[in-house]
């Protein structure tokens, strides 16, 4: 495990994941079965590498930025959690490309982890909210195997404290590392521990939230309709709004209009 990010080199071969370039993203023209088949077949080749869940945010976050647009590009694939990508894509010619979802794909990882012996470690959020997600996790699979969870501070680790989460980890041995702090500090977490953690790291956002109960996630007819932007953002108009405002006005004019 002694490669660096950079030096990272996927033990499965990207060629075989479609892509759809969305400015400058290469975000995965696939589907929830497509994925969810892939994770089954490769989860042990996946170890140590990293999934990204993109929506319209992350990609004008990741135009914006090139340290970030190559962040998202160096995992194994960066998913269309945002359904105005897998839209775009479609148009595109990428017609078998749907929304999915990354509370929705830990969903039906947890359902079918009894069965695969999947072993799951947490990193992210408060203690509070780890603690309310077991106790959600533990009532509604009494089989799921939860290898570790671990709440870091508000504020850089220290070079020993992070190796000392490498190592809790790494001696836990999960197959899923769920990563819970937010676009794009999740990100940038998992790039640099590619190659140096024991585990298919997957950064959720708001996933720990929705699984303990601190957030709702909207009704099954908006999220098909891609309007579950719209369901959240009446959740926290303070702090999304002025954030919509500019990454839909400026996808729409760069992704729908220019076609980059």
Known sequence: M???AKEYRHKVDKSMIPTCNIMGVEIAAINMDWLL??????????SGDYMCVSNVHTTVTAHDNPKYRAIQ???IMAI???GPLSVIGRRRGFKNMERTPGPSYMEEIFKRSAEKGYRHYFYGSTEETLEKMRGVLLDRYPSIQIAGMYSPPFRPLTPQEDQAIKNHINEACPDFIWVGLGAPKQERWMADHQGKVNGFMVGVGAGFDYVAGNLVRAPEWMQKANL???FRLLQDPGRLFGRYAYTNTKFIWNAVIKGK
């Open 37 to 46: 088949k892939f994770t089954d077949q490769y989860i042990r080749s996946l």
């Open 80 to 82: 269309p959690d945002g």
């Open 228 to 230: 579950e932007w719209g």
């Open 73 to 75: 590009n160096r995992g």
């Open 2 to 4: 002694a490669a660096t």
